[in-house]
């Protein structure tokens, strides 16, 4: 298949960065179509272990072209950052590391706005404060975006920063409230240090459009990468409680410049159970012993932030709503290996709401109030004692296992391909 997509069913940490890995071999090009820092991605290779937050999970594999595609924001120290990592790894990003000349830029003071935002709110996202809101609010307002290629040129990007510090620093001092400490920025010193980045930026940046569109004339394989989940796209997720970018296939067409048509097969990943970073409803939600179980077992604590996760049981209907707006064609089921042990587990098969003193079920809600009031109707499944952490076929789990997959699939109505019980990359089951 020319076009595949690996995209997140949940509030992301699904372990999507495993599945990717796993099929980058069977492609050319690797390509991250949204997102920014505030992703991580967290691949076992071998005897190491790489977290990644900007930087494609295909960059592992020196054959393939890993792509930072136009819709991505792009902090260059962090880049630099997991580019030394990977040196000082023995692992080479030379040719095959390509970062788009259209994707926008993170300054410093995208992040004090977003700081500056979040305490005059009250913390009310909860974001990573990494800038990657401010920076796509410049992007879609025109006036204060600075691109990729504009830090190639230094008389370019002196003079968009000239215009756009003192404007910046206008907005961080309303901001500021409550006695709040600001830090204001000089456009020189600016230009002075991003013009650095900018000639380490210089030999991995192209227009990418025309080198993917290059590729599929050349009959290759493309390989999407989704940054955060299918729940927190800014258009068909828990909005407010969402991302600032299209985190389900729908921005691949404009994150990469690869029309739509062209995607031939879309992998949903789900998690056995559901977590959630930051603010938002979460129906299943567990605020007792099991989910702190299943936090420490899982290890649930954010790849970028540290923060620890939210737990809750796997929310079925949420699944299947995402399946259906990302056109998932199957769906990878992971961290399986984290419910062993618990003697009955729970699926959210639907829900509802009390409304005029009665008890009504409904769907999947649009409405982030109603969602919020939403309460779980679930179905108890057998769990398992069995360590399946060597299973390597799915008559090597335990029945309660296969039954709790079967059901999964079911529900979500797609057909389960991928099974992880394991971090390495060989603790996977391919159906």
């Excluded at 990573?128 to 040129?153: A, E, F, N, S």
């Excluded at 309303?174 to 456009?187: P, Q, W």
């Excluded at 493309?222 to 409680?241: C, M, R, W």
């Excluded at 998690?271 to 567990?286: H, Q």
Aim: net charge neutral; charged share 25%.
């Amino acid at each position: 298949m020319a076009c595949t997509c690996v995209v997140g069913l949940q509030w992301g940490d699904e372990a999507k960065g495993k599945i990717v890995d796993l099929l980058t071999a069977e492609h050319d090009y690797v390509v991250r179509y949204n997102g920014g820092a505030n992703a991580g991605h967290t691949v076992v290779w071998g005897p190491r272990i790489f977290k990644f937050s900007l930087l494609p999970t295909g960059i592992l594999h020196e054959r393939v072209h890993a792509v930072i595609g136009n819709g991505v924001v792009v902090y260059p120290p962090r880049f630099r950052e997991e580019v030394e990592q990977l040196r000082a790894a023995g692992v080479s990003a030379g040719d095959n590391l390509i970062v788009s000349d259209h994707a926008h830029v993170i300054f410093p003071y995208h992040m004090e706005e977003g700081r500056l935002s979040e305490e005059e709110n009250g913390s009310a996202l909860g974001t990573t404060g990494r800038g990657i809101g401010p920076c796509y609010q410049d992007k879609v307002g025109r006036v204060c975006g600075i691109r990729v290629g504009d830090l190639l040129d230094e008389t370019t990007l002196r003079d968009r920063l000239n215009a756009i510090v003192p404007r910046k620093n206008r907005i961080l001092q309303a901001l500021a409230t409550n006695g709040s400490t600001v830090r204001f920025f000089e456009a020189e010193t600016l230009a002075a240090e991003y013009r650095g980045y900018g000639e380490y930026l210089r030999p991995y940046v192209t227009d990418t459009t025309h080198l993917l569109h290059r590729a599929l004339q050349g009959n290759k394989r493309l390989l999407f990468e989704a940054a955060q989940g299918s729940l927190l796209d800014v258009d068909h997720g828990t909005y407010p409680y969402v991302t600032s970018s299209n985190s389900s296939p729908a921005g691949i067409w404009s994150g990469s410049g690869v029309p739509a048509r062209r995607l031939d097969r879309v992998i949903g990943v789900i998690k056995a159970y559901t977590t959630r970073v930051g603010r938002g409803p979460f129906p299943t939600e567990l605020n007792d012993s099991i989910g702190e179980r299943i936090r420490r077992t899982g290890r649930e604590y954010g790849t970028v932030t540290g923060r620890p996760r939210r737990v809750g049981w796997l929310d079925a209907v949420a699944g299947r709503y995402t399946a259906l707006i990302t056109g998932a064609d199957e769906i990878a089921v992971t961290l399986l290996d984290v419910l062993s042990g618990l003697p009955e587990l729970s699926i959210c098969t639907g829900y509802q709401v009390e409304e005029s003193g009665r008890k009504v079920p409904i769907d999947y809600p649009s409405d982030p109030k109603r969602f919020a009031r939403c309460r779980p109707i679930f179905e108890r499944l057998p769990g398992w004692t069995e360590n399946v952490s060597n299973a390597r076929r799915l008559a090597d789990l335990p029945a309660a296992a296969r039954r709790y997959l079967d059901r999964i699939s079911e529900l979500v109505q797609k057909s389960v391909t991928f099974v992880s019980v394991g971090a390495d990359r060989e603790q996977t089951i391919r159906s």
